[in-house]
């Protein structure tokens, strides 16, 4: 069983729901990403996502944009996210971590070196935002190969045929893009999200986490009564934003944004 | 080419967030049910022939071809459409797609402002909502487009993220577009992006080559011995070359942007100094670093500054049937001169690169060769840039 497999087990055991929270690796410069990853772990998170620095972000908002921008400045690459992830695992062997990005520099990589290297620095899975299930079939094959796991995005404009496609070819966990847009958006209508989810569960034994729109505790807590897990994204990474002058402070800052998501998500799941 | 999900060879596809799939598999659909529609293409036609002024002429320029003392070049006249450039072509026919899908509102990302002014212009005539993302450096060097633009009754969107020109433009209209997928219809404005922008956008702008082809034909007699036009994207290219890929004996020359020279990195020439990679829902050459990190280009025509390229051309330059070269800032600058003083036509930027490789080109060949370059757009939009560098204020 993936480390991923195993934590939603875990979970549901307990009765409760997983808290993913996101952030570009190496925003605001290289030296944050790790202590900020253990920082997360502590305060409650239980899958985290590491985003990897593009260009051309095009699926997110201008606040994860401007993550990258940061990252890039200060030399992140995937081979450096990758280097990060081993330097986390040697202090937490649980954790399960997903790298989240864009296809190109996987690409220039090479998906077997890619899928090699990840699989041995302790990645757990990979989603890739810009690669839909029609030309997933390499990079699929390349992870499975290796152990990771596939996430795939599933969004309202989804028909029922591709959530039955994606469902089939995604392992871990599918993720449901909470409204149509980019990552940062507003508003999030948590009935609609429900419909939706509720529409994927009959598609897939697979967990579904639910991101795009979740801003605070009281958004973590909704989408918490509807979906397995609950993805932050664009929040994290705007106090990041606010704290750039003074990096060593995001670990603190960044846990007590998720303890606040943690009690509120761990409040619903007991009510 | 393309075969069913957009491929030609190992480019193309459809390199896209999963939200828009679903818009995009809609309009591939609607696509494919309008070209074979015959009240669909009697409309094209129509708007083609009475509102844009087609079919152009196929100029020949005799002044410029004996003093260049060689090939005999013609030069097919895009300049003369309305709005100034081969960009109408194809928003006429994304616009009359938009209409019968029951899109209400108009999005478009634009570099130098030619494909703007034209998303916009359609926009007015039928009366649809206009949204133009263009990036801020280009917003000031291409001002005359922009104010154009809002005559129009379009918005013009500044975009101040990464190096603020046409990639990050169309960054911003892809997330538009995510965000508005149920009443919006984006004009891509070249043959790139996700299946099926880079076929239908091609097939929109084939007239081009399919006029000079009859043409040629009936002034001179014979095919010619080349076609040249210059190469960002790659739409008014594509456009001339499509009708021409089965006469083996014509000669292709897409001409990229050499910027300040490809060995500065300073320039926009994917084909001829890049390597493929994934970017902007394709899969094509590219100018990237060993990270896969997107480059930032450079040209003096704000037109021709996009790292990428049409899909369709990185198949052509790997199949062999195309040669790619650059022509740099100061080459294409003398052909504007050259040009404007010989034959009297003002050419785009963009289009000077073309004429610069056919100024080259022409004196290698006898003079009962034919060249055909496409004059893709007239160069009143640039003449602010051109003043600059000449130091004249206007």
């Not at chain 2, 002429?57 to 410029?64: G, I």
């Not at chain 2, 330059?317 to 294409?332: K, M, N, Q, S």
Request: glycine share 10%; aromatic share 6%; hydrophobic share 40%.
């Amino acid at each position: 069983m993936s480390r991923i497999a195993e934590c939603f087990a875990a979970l549901q055991e307990q009765g409760r729901k997983a808290l993913v929270p996101y952030i570009t690796a190496g925003d605001p410069n290289p030296q944050v990403t790790v202590p900020l990853m253990h920082a997360m772990v502590a305060a409650g998170a239980d899958i985290l996502e590491l985003g990897v620095p593009f260009s051309d972000p095009m699926a997110d908002g201008p606040v994860i944009q401007k993550a990258c921008e940061r990252a890039l400045a200060g030399g992140t690459s995937l081979g450096d996210v990758l280097a990060m992830v081993a330097e986390f695992r040697q202090r937490d062997q649980n954790t399960p971590v997903v790298l989240m990005g864009y296809l190109n520099p996987i690409e220039i990589m090479g998906y077997q070196t890619f899928a090699q290297q990840a699989a041995a620095q302790g990645v757990d899975g990979v989603l890739t935002v810009d690669m839909p299930p029609e030309e997933a079939e390499p990079l699929v094959m390349a992870c499975q190969e290796q152990g990771l796991d596939r996430i795939f995005l599933l969004a309202p404009t989804s028909s029922p045929e591709r959530m039955e496609q994606i469902c089939a070819l995604g392992s871990g966990f599918v993720y449901y893009v909470s409204l149509k847009g980019v990552t940062g958006a507003l508003t999030l209508d948590v009935d609609d999200v429900g419909q939706h989810v509720a529409m994927i569960r009959r598609h897939t034994p697979l967990p579904v986490g639910v991101g795009f729109g979740i801003r605070d505790a009281e958004s973590a807590s909704k989408v918490a009564t509807i979906a397995d897990a609950v993805v932050v994204g664009s929040a994290l990474v705007k106090r990041i934003e606010q704290c750039q002058d003074k990096p060593e402070a995001i670990p603190e800052e960044i846990g007590a944004l998720l303890r606040a998501m943690r009690e509120a998500i761990d409040a619903t799941g007991s009510a | 080419m393309p075969d069913e999900r957009g491929h030609f060879g190992p480019y193309g596809g459809r390199f896209v967030a999963e939200t828009l799939m679903g818009p995009i598999e809609e309009l591939r659909q609607a696509y494919e049910r309008y070209r074979n529609d015959s009240g669909f293409q009697a409309e094209l036609e129509a708007d083609l022939a009475h509102y844009v002024g087609r079919p152009t002429p196929l100029y020949f320029a005799k002044r410029w071809s004996e003093q260049l003392g060689g090939a005999r070049i013609f030069l097919k006249r895009e300049d003369l459409n309305h709005t100034g450039a081969h960009k109408i072509n194809n928003t006429v026919g994304q616009a009359l797609l938009a209409r019968r899908m029951g899109k209400t509102r108009l999005i478009a990302e634009t570099g130098a402002g030619q494909h703007g002014v034209a998303t916009a212009t359609v926009a007015a005539r039928f009366g649809l909502e206009c949204v133009i993302y263009m990036g801020a450096e280009d917003m000031e060097r291409q001002a005359p487009n922009v104010y154009r633009m809002r005559l129009l009754g379009a918005e013009v969107v500044p975009v101040t993220s990464g190096s603020q020109t046409l990639k990050d433009a169309l960054n911003e209209a892809m997330r538009d577009w995510v965000t508005h997928v149920d009443n919006t219809f984006y004009v891509i404005g070249t043959v790139a992006g996700p299946h099926p922008y880079p076929a239908m956008v091609r097939d929109f702008q084939t007239i081009i080559g399919r006029e000079a082809r009859a043409q040629i034909l009936e002034q001179t007699g014979a095919l010619p011995h080349a076609l040249v036009a210059c190469v960002g994207g790659g739409s008014n290219a594509i456009g001339l070359f499509h009708p021409f890929l089965k006469d083996e004996q014509v000669a292709l020359y897409g001409v990229e942007a050499a910027g300040l020279g490809l060995e500065t990195g300073q320039h926009a020439a994917p084909l001829c100094a890049g390597k493929p990679g994934v970017l902007h829902g394709n899969r094509t050459y590219l100018m990237e670093d060993k990270h896969g990190q997107i480059l930032d280009t450079h040209s003096l025509s704000a037109g021709l500054d996009y790292p990428g390229v049409g899909p369709e051309h990185a198949w052509l330059r790997d199949a062999g049937r195309a040669t790619y070269v650059a022509v740099g800032d100061e080459e294409a600058l003398a052909a504007f001169r050259a040009l404007t003083r010989i034959e009297g036509i003002i050419p785009a930027l963009e289009s000077c690169h073309a004429l610069a490789y056919a100024m080259q080109l022409a004196p290698t060949l006898a003079q009962d060769q034919g060249i055909i370059v496409n004059l893709s757009g007239r160069g009143d939009k640039d003449i602010n840039t051109v003043a600059r560098i000449e130091g004249i204020s206007l």
